[in-house]
């Protein structure tokens, strides 16, 4: 047979360790190794044991006193060798209890369910617990035109989901024929396994931890206690949504099964490209082209704005080409508060690609008379457009 290993070494704490610094360590190693997370692994299944018993002794003031002085021989010699199990209930919660808040109940339940089995204590609970699964979420994507997101609408969703059965109430079973204990786990919800020297429980898959199954089945739903219906939903699409804000609707999704209760409906709200406008978070940007001679001289022009109307701006004589002009509050609102982003105006100098006798003799006499022979200048990098 081969020699035990250190207590201290198994659990990987010093040997002044505190009581909670070995129960920490043996908490950690028990998840890693319990057979339910590594089936069939033998490797884990004797991990998982040899840290129990470590726990066993270093956890006790008294076995651990005569540990620290004999050895495995004074536990042994005591009467406490080998695995022994938990020593009471009490023993297990205080080590445990504490996991299903952070699990959750019923990964709690079937991670640890069959700790009682498994260390061979007696006593372990039998009763059912009506499980009540929340129904699936839906999900519905809406594409939106900018002025709609940026505005705000009011639009009908149109949708089929699942709903409770109205013939059985969602129960699955036939008016008035009820429900049997199911056969499988004799109405305890749970089915047991042995894997070695093991006994795990696990949710019964036959009435998914009710205890209960149909004795007649609807003919309505078939026994799912669901059916699809067709549904409309109005929508309000708030001023200010941004393209893939995603909305929930809380109990609007698929019933559960066994009456449980809805999940929720997922808005998706896609902004589809606007021929005319660019928008850059609050603000909407739009390019207007003017001619060459109008960027010369100056001009007054009409520019339409996000929400349909027009705006006059005046173009100042030398205005180049790419220069920004800044509408203020003609953009897009914002969110749940008040104000708006502001229309930007990018201007476009077009040069003309043909033009006539005249005009090119018109434009050599000015460039003569102004003088404008410089050659080409390079421009500084804070120069350059955006």
Known sequence: MAAKRDCYDVLGVSKNASKDEIKKSYRKLAIKYHPDKNPGDQSSEEKFKEATEAYEILGDDQRRRLYDQFGHEGVSAQGGGGFQGFRSTADFEDLFGGFSDLFGSDIFESFFGGFGDIFGRTGRSTRTRERVTRGSDIRYDVNLSLEEVAFGKKIEVQLVREEHCSKCTGTGARDGSGLNTCPSCGGTGQVSRTQGFFTIATTCSRCRGTGKVIKDYCPICKGSGLINKKRRIVLDIEPGFENGTVLRLQGEGNAGPNSGPRGDLIIVVHEKPHPNFLRKGNDAVCQISISVYQAILGVNIKVPTLDGKTV???????????????????????????????????????????????????????????NDTDSPQLLHVRDFEN
């Open 312 to 370: 006059r701006i005046t173009i100042p004589p030398g205005t180049q080409s790419g220069r920004v002009f800044r509408l203020r509050k003609e953009g897009i609102p914002y969110l749940k508060r008040r104000g708006r982003g502001d229309q930007l105006v990018k201007i476009i100098v077009k040069i003309p690609e043909n033009i006539s006798a005249h005009e090119k003799k018109v434009i050599e006499e000015l460039t003569l008379k102004s």
